[in-house]
């Protein structure tokens, strides 16, 4: 009788997560129906979309035409094929387009919250405490990643597909992973591979998807310390994420010939490393700034200059 009562409570810990999990995503889903009245508009769209008639056919020269610098010379060919998909759909209607994006970023919502739970649901079990508040942990936690301001442009701009395409894949190897490292098996391992190579394929900035599996290895999975008599474990670890840094280079070198051929490299005489590394730091310090108070925003905003921050 108490081993039926314990999976009985387990069935219902499980609706109610699976419940605040399509919750956050329903809510956020909500929150985006009016960007599904949004047209096109003539900033990248027309590159991308309108203008691209490689998008128009899936057909043999269109895969052939991924493996080279796609739009604005960039390589993501993933990206550029959920448009071809969206084209034989919906046409140039654009409520297909920005209804893909808002589906997806729904979607990253509910993956959000199942992440929460499993980061709250660590800390919780570390500090010995009751697992009351983790539902709440994940909703928050999702909600915030859902309705944040700072996602707008990449959800009601059809351009920025790359983006909540991206994170898509992005959420899903991280999914992927933590069921590798409950139950190691090779087919998970390839598994949480393919969607990482599909997030690369989405955009670059996946890159530092390896860096972030060890930080979850480190904590809260602690699947490793920083002990000496540990060292074991942390050269497994890393050995482990040898396929994931070897594809973030390769999709790195791809990605600085794909904007060499669009001009898109400048050398060092043109901006000189200091202007660089200003950049980096204000962008750095600009984002955190924003997500912590999301007002002023804009489509566009100016460099700094070289010497504002290393003057």
């Known amino acids: 009788m108490s081993q039926f009562t314990t999976v009985a409570r387990g069935a219902g810990k499980t609706r109610r997560y699976l419940t605040g999990a399509f919750l956050s995503a329903f809510i956020t889903l909500l929150a985006y129906v009016p960007a599904l009245k949004n047209g096109f508009v003539n900033w990248d769209d027309d590159e ?6 490689v998008i128009r056919s899936l057909d043999l020269n269109f895969f052939k035409s991924l493996l080279g610098p ?38 990253n ?3 959000v919250f199942i992440l929460g739970l499993v980061e709250r649901g660590s800390m919780a079990r570390e500090a010995g405490e009751p697992n009351t508040n983790i539902y709440w942990a994940g909703l928050t ?4 990643f859902g309705l944040h301001p700072l996602h707008v442009e990449s959800v009601a701009w059809v351009s920025e597909r790359k983006d909540v395409l991206c994170a898509f894949f992005y959420l899903l190897t991280v999914v992927c992973y933590l069921r590798y490292t409950s139950s190691p098996t090779l087919k998970r391992y390839l598994a949480t591979i393919l969607f990482f190579i599909l ?15 060890l930080i979850l290895d480190f904590y809260p999975l602690k699947r490793f310390s920083l002990e000496w008599k540990d060292t074991g474990r942390l050269k497994r670890a890393v050995l482990e994420k040898v396929p994931f840094f070897a594809l973030s280079v390769l999709l790195a070198l791809v990605t600085i010939w794909a904007q060499s051929k669009g001009l898109a490299v400048k050398s060092f005489g043109t901006y000189p490393m200091i202007a660089r590394l200003s950049v980096a730091v204000s962008a750095y ?5 924003k997500m912590i108070l999301p007002a002023h925003l804009a489509p566009l905003y100016q460099l700094p200059p070289a010497s504002e921050l290393f003057g």
């Open 285 to 289: 310090i600009f984002y955190v700034y």
């Open 48 to 53: 991308y979309i309108i203008d691209n008639f």
């Open 109 to 111: 919502t509910y993956l």
């Open 70 to 107: 796609d739009v604005l010379s960039n390589w993501n060919p993933v990206t550029i094929i959920s448009y071809a998909f969206d084209y034989s759909l919906w046409g140039l209607d654009p409520f297909g387009y920005h209804l893909t994006n808002v589906v997806l970023h729904a979607l």
């Open 141 to 144: 936690v999702a909600l915030l």
């Open 199 to 213: 997030a690369l394929m989405s955009k670059p900035m996946a890159v530092t998807l390896p860096a972030a599996l």
